[in-house]
């Protein structure tokens, strides 16, 4: 297969079966596999619940998109399914759009997952901001405690607004309907789960705490709604593959948060895949783990889930709990899958207070408190990022702050690099730069009269074109030639070209010439390519300084034998 597909498209479970399986790591992969998906169990419930889906929907898109993630996937040990990080923009799609809405943007998302797959942005999802990662991840997690207010308190709203601040008045105002049986179980859920996954930290402490709830709340008959009683009975099977209603007018606003899908996912889904390359020692193929990402994205939807996406805290569980390779995740699926067909009609009976108080603990766990606050002395621009992507999150919208995130942490990052980008004028200051031992240094050289030296530094691209211009416009002296030196330019961009385009012009209509010295192998193939490089003639681009001067005094020569022949011809 390696020599029809790049290696970087190729599933790990091909190299995993390719390098030799035995029994030993199947039973080592099961074990795992069986640990994570009682820890999947309720989190799959609850989060399609928070997202304003049925629990069907959750249990199936564990199944569907952590099976196709651990077949496909480019990682060893990821596990896919539906995640915290979706809950509060899947819940504002259905409320706007309904369900067929959120089927659309989760197809849509699907494909562009793939796309980005294949054009190889896995390596530059990676270098997403740390600051605009926190922001999202801390307001997210104060819209899913807020969110989850009213069924842990038991309370009765008649405002269903999913705006931060509306929710919250709705809260206060139906105060009167506070129901200590909910929040009872609410706090003894908690209680339970805490103090279980301190004692066995690798088992479900959720699991075990929404059991024994459960029970506690069937056993008493304590007067709280249940999943039973506000969606009915819980599906115990996988519904055929459909399409949902398709129109040209759905399909275009369901674009752009589609594209939040894609990103988010992206995001969270190679965060997980580099956390659990840092416990293995391991290394994942990004492409291709946002190809299978895709593909799970366009199947789920199809069979009635939700967006799915690879999953920190479980790939970590899968990881401690023995799993090393794709076929703990395929076992965690058909466990699932065994799950949903045999006790899946139990799911009926867990309190809704109960499941309000897991996702609880799970918006503490990924709030990152600390770290939010410790931002806050960070640089002013990366404080601003991280306030902007959390306040957009909290108040405005998810979608709303993702895409202004990722614009304003681009603008910042093209200042920043056009910060550190700048040209020099160093005819002047010629042995003050370099040391003398540098081969390249002018200590030994001597400039031919009338030429000007300016040096350029950092990435030439159009953040710092107009530093470039304006610091050739602003000087005083007028070269007969001017040598443009580039060693340290690594990158140029069609901006950058242009620049130093429109200084050729110029020193055809002035009347002096220029030198390029130390041009690197890319700013030399875009110029090539560009045909700016025959404009400014092979014989003015110089691979040294050396070169560059030697040129210069040629052009020197050339111009005085130029005047030479004139006066000659004149005077005969």
Not at 139 to 157: N, S, V
Not at 279 to 299: C, F, K, P, Q, Y
Request: hydrophobic share 55%; charged share 15%; proline share 5%.
């Amino acid at each position: 297969m390696a020599g029809f597909i790049p290696t970087r498209l190729i599933p790990k479970l091909f190299t995993v079966l390719k390098e030799g399986y035995g029994w030993s790591d199947f039973g080592r992969d099961a074990m795992a596999g069986l640990i994570v998906a009682i820890v999947a169990l309720p989190l799959a419930i609850a989060f399609a619940i928070a997202s304003g889906v049925t629990p069907s929907a959750g249990l199936i898109t564990a199944v569907v998109a952590g099976l196709t993630i651990s077949c496909l996937g480019g990682s060893r040990v990821q596990i896919g399914g539906p995640t915290s990080a979706f809950v509060v923009l899947l819940y504002a799609i259905v409320q706007k759009h309904g369900v067929d809405g959120l089927t659309v943007a989760t197809l849509l998302a699907g494909v562009f997952l793939v796309v980005m797959g294949f054009l190889r942005m896995g390596a530059l999802i990676k270098f997403i901001p740390y600051p605009l990662s926190v922001g999202f991840t801390t307001g997210i997690a104060l819209l899913i405690a807020t969110t989850q207010l009213p069924d842990i308190l038991g309370l009765d709203l008649l405002d269903k607004d999913t705006h931060f601040l509306a929710r919250l008045q709705a809260c206060f105002q139906a105060r009167n309907t506070f129901n200590p049986w909910a929040a009872g179980l609410a706090a003894g859920t908690v209680l339970v789960a805490v103090a279980w996954a301190r004692k066995f930290p690798k088992f479900s402490g959720s699991m075990v705490a929404i059991v024994i709830a459960t029970l506690v709340a069937m056993f008493f008959e304590f007067p709280v709604e249940t999943i039973g009683s506000r969606f009915g009975p819980v599906s115990a099977s996988i519904p055929a593959p459909h399409l949902p209603k398709l129109s040209i007018d759905l399909i275009v606003a369901m674009s752009s948060p589609a594209l939040a899908i894609a990103l988010l996912a992206s995001l969270e889904t190679l965060l997980s895949a580099s956390v659990a390359d840092g416990m293995t020692g391991r290394r994942h193929r990004s492409d291709m783990e946002l190809v299978a990402l895709g593909t799970a994205n366009i199947l789920s939807p199809l069979f009635g889930g939700i967006p799915a996406v690879g999953a920190i805290a479980r790939t970590a569980t899968n990881i401690r709990s023995g799993g090393r390779t794709p076929v703990a995740g395929i076992v965690h699926a058909l466990v699932l899958l065994l799950i949903l067909v045999v006790a899946g009609k139990w799911a009926a009976h867990i309190p809704m207070a109960v499941l309000g108080a897991v996702l609880l603990i799970v918006a503490w766990n990924m709030a990152q408190a600390h770290t939010f606050l410790k931002l806050l002395k960070a640089p002013h621009a990366d404080v601003l990022v991280l306030l902007t992507a959390f306040f957009l999150t909290v108040l405005i919208d998810l979608t709303v702050a993702i895409e202004v995130g990722f614009l304003l942490a681009m603008a910042l990052f093209i200042k920043r690099i056009s910060e550190v980008s700048e040209i020099r004028e160093i005819t002047q200051t010629l042995n003050e730069g370099d040391p003398a031992d540098d081969p390249d240094s002018f200590a030994k050289r001597s400039v031919p009269p009338g030429v000007e030296i300016y040096e350029l530094f950092g990435a030439f691209f159009f953040g710092a074109a107009d530093k470039f211009k304006t610091a050739l416009t602003q000087s005083n002296r007028s070269p007969k030639i001017l040598v443009l030196r580039m060693r340290h330019v690594v990158s140029l961009d069609a901006t950058g070209m242009r620049a130093i385009e429109e200084m050729h012009e110029r020193s055809l209509r002035e009347k002096w010439s220029l030198v390029l010295s130390g041009v690197h192998a890319q700013p030399m193939t875009a110029m090539v390519r560009s045909g700016l490089a025959d404009q400014i003639g092979m014989e003015n681009l110089c691979g040294n300084i050396d070169e560059a001067l030697a040129r210069a005094e040629a052009i020197q020569l050339e111009t005085q034998e130029k005047k030479t022949g004139a006066v000659a011809a004149g005077l005969g």
